[in-house]
């Protein structure tokens, strides 16, 4: 018999049997870089590392960020409950960690206020240490919130790092999205080398976030040579790994700057990106939701109440991006163009799957003890949802089996239907539809309205 875990979240006490691997970390290794503590506003009591490896193995995830390495409490358990592996790189029960932390730039630039959310990793507890005590020097309140605002502007804040220790790992986060995007409406940039200046070659890559995805940033020329990067921003655990990247070679901190300096990524995983709460632009008070074209058409004030909108990720990816992309689904399911750069794929969550298959809610007993018969029997999240045979998932909970191997191999093939986000609010994407929801239109007619 293997281990069991004990894991304490918000679904009461559960053990949690250990899961197989499917083939995928055999030659690459999946990560989730932006995750967060217990420490950071609006985020779970329940993401303690224990609780964070234990998850890392049911989801599929070979490294994790540690998240939020700037609140001292999160730094004093980070140095007495991971093991060093002399790579880079740590370890719990298992699962490798890599110390990262989010950081909210605040500053005054061009004669704006920008406020810019960037990630940040660390090769070693001795940089952890030295940003820490940098970013109070500069005024920051670290054990009020494990995301804590900086008073810089985002150059200033790569400037300091590299002053720290130049193998530090700089990645605006969410970079899209209207409030503390680096492209955002709200108090973004119109480019990369507007707002990191002579500091830009020291910026590894974007992460997406959850309202776009890579073909709509094919789409920027600046970011041809950036890698560009998913994760999660889980402030939960189970919303880890709702976006990863698989990395190819062997996870060390050393291979995590070459593969995002080389963008040797095998893929991505992606959010439907109509899912995310800035998809399209819109006003939600008044319920009016915007595509770029609407936006063209119409203007950028709301017709009920006449204030301005808030404008979208596709409005700003339309506004930004300089070429048109075709893409194309290959034979494994994964998104491609014909640019070279890394594909990606989009899924839903196997929860949701099974919540809408069973007709139960995602956190009723009966759809969590389904995912993790599913997750012993198949192995981890990203195995069932990518590799495991329909005979397998049928097998594994005989009550709804057939009902939801139809609804991963709708995920799979990227049948779904959708309502997207706006304003702040998640779009719906569903598996089977209903009277409320849209086909989803294919990704390369979407990329040529653009």
């Given at each position: 018999?293997?281990?069991?875990?004990?894991?304490?979240?918000?679904?009461?006490?559960?053990?949690?049997?250990?899961?197989?691997?499917?083939?995928?970390?055999?030659?690459?290794?999946?990560?989730?870089?932006?995750?967060?503590?217990?420490?950071?506003?609006?985020?779970?009591?329940?993401?303690?590392?224990?609780?964070?490896?234990?998850?890392?193995?049911?989801?599929?995830?070979?490294?994790?960020?540690?998240?939020?390495?700037?609140?001292?409490?999160?730094?004093?358990?980070?140095?007495?409950?991971?093991?060093?592996?002399?790579?880079?790189?740590?370890?719990?029960?298992?699962?490798?960690?890599?110390?990262?932390?989010?950081?909210?730039?605040?500053?005054?630039?061009?004669?704006?206020?920008?406020?810019?959310?960037?990630?940040?990793?660390?090769?070693?507890?001795?940089?952890?240490?030295?940003?820490?005590?940098?970013?109070?020097?500069?005024?920051?309140?670290?054990?009020?919130?494990?995301?804590?605002?900086?008073?810089?502007?985002?150059?200033?804040?790569?400037?300091?790092?590299?002053?720290?220790?130049?193998?530090?790992?700089?990645?605006?986060?969410?970079?899209?999205?209207?409030?503390?995007?680096?492209?955002?409406?709200?108090?973004?940039?119109?480019?990369?080398?507007?707002?990191?200046?002579?500091?830009?070659?020291?910026?590894?890559?974007?992460?997406?976030?959850?309202?776009?995805?890579?073909?709509?940033?094919?789409?920027?020329?600046?970011?041809?040579?950036?890698?560009?990067?998913?994760?999660?921003?889980?402030?939960?655990?189970?919303?880890?790994?709702?976006?990863?990247?698989?990395?190819?070679?062997?996870?060390?901190?050393?291979?995590?700057?070459?593969?995002?300096?080389?963008?040797?990524?095998?893929?991505?995983?992606?959010?439907?990106?109509?899912?995310?709460?800035?998809?399209?632009?819109?006003?939600?008070?008044?319920?009016?939701?915007?595509?770029?074209?609407?936006?063209?058409?119409?203007?950028?004030?709301?017709?009920?109440?006449?204030?301005?909108?808030?404008?979208?990720?596709?409005?700003?990816?339309?506004?930004?991006?300089?070429?048109?992309?075709?893409?194309?689904?290959?034979?494994?399911?994964?998104?491609?163009?014909?640019?070279?750069?890394?594909?990606?794929?989009?899924?839903?969550?196997?929860?949701?799957?099974?919540?809408?298959?069973?007709?139960?809610?995602?956190?009723?007993?009966?759809?969590?003890?389904?995912?993790?018969e599913l997750v012993k029997a198949c192995g981890a999240e990203l195995t069932v949802l990518l590799e495991a045979p329909t005979d397998d998932?049928?097998?594994?909970?005989?009550?709804?089996?057939?009902?939801?191997?139809?609804?991963?191999?709708?995920?799979?093939?990227?049948?779904?239907?959708?309502?997207?986000?706006?304003?702040?609010?998640?779009?719906?994407?569903?598996?089977?539809?209903?009277?409320?929801?849209?086909?989803?239109?294919?990704?390369?007619?979407?990329?040529?309205?653009?």
């Open positions: 018999m293997g281990e069991t875990y004990l894991v304490d979240d918000h679904y009461g006490q559960a053990e949690m049997p250990p899961v197989r691997r499917g083939t995928i970390a055999r030659v690459s290794y999946v990560a989730d870089l932006h995750i967060h503590s217990p420490y950071a506003i609006s985020t779970s009591r329940d993401l303690s590392l224990e609780n964070l490896a234990v998850w890392a193995k049911l989801k599929g995830i070979d490294l994790l960020a540690t998240g939020d390495f700037t609140h001292p409490v999160w730094a004093n358990e980070i140095r007495t409950k991971l093991t060093d592996s002399g790579d880079g790189l740590f370890s719990l029960d298992g699962v490798k960690f890599v110390l990262g932390t989010e950081l909210n730039c605040n500053g005054r630039q061009d004669g704006r206020s920008r406020r810019i959310h960037t990630l940040v990793f660390a090769p070693d507890l001795g940089a952890m240490d030295r940003i820490g005590k940098a970013m109070a020097g500069s005024g920051a309140s670290l054990a009020g919130d494990g995301r804590p605002t900086v008073h810089m502007t985002p150059r200033e804040l790569v400037e300091t790092l590299m002053e720290i220790d130049d193998r530090c790992i700089v990645i605006p986060a969410h970079a899209w999205t209207p409030w503390f995007g680096v492209y955002g409406s709200k108090s973004g940039f119109d480019s990369l080398e507007e707002c990191f200046g002579d500091m830009l070659d020291h910026v590894a890559g974007i992460e997406t976030g959850l309202s776009s995805d890579p073909a709509m940033c094919w789409t920027v020329p600046e970011l041809d040579d950036k890698a560009l990067l998913s994760f999660s921003d889980a402030h939960s655990l189970p919303k880890m790994s709702r976006e990863l990247t698989v990395f190819n070679g062997e996870p060390s901190y050393e291979g995590l700057v070459k593969a995002m300096a080389e963008q040797d990524i095998a893929y991505t995983v992606e959010f439907f990106p109509e899912e995310g709460k800035y998809h399209y632009s819109g006003h939600r008070k008044c319920g009016v939701s915007y595509s770029p074209d609407d936006v063209a058409r119409y203007g950028r004030v709301c017709p009920s109440c006449a204030r301005r909108m808030t404008l979208g990720v596709m409005q700003r990816v339309a506004e930004v991006g300089a070429r048109p992309v075709e893409t194309y689904v290959d034979e494994q399911g994964l998104t491609r163009a014909d640019n070279g750069r890394p594909p990606f794929r989009s899924l839903v969550s196997l929860q949701q799957i099974l919540s809408e298959a069973m007709g139960f809610g995602v956190n009723t007993k009966r759809v969590q003890g389904a995912y993790h998932l049928a097998s594994a909970v005989p009550q709804h089996g057939e009902r939801i191997v139809e609804g991963i191999a709708k995920v799979r093939a990227g049948d779904i239907f959708v309502e997207p986000g706006f304003d702040g609010q998640f779009g719906k994407v569903q598996v089977w539809p209903d009277e409320m929801a849209a086909p989803r239109r294919p990704l390369a007619q979407s990329r040529m309205e653009l």
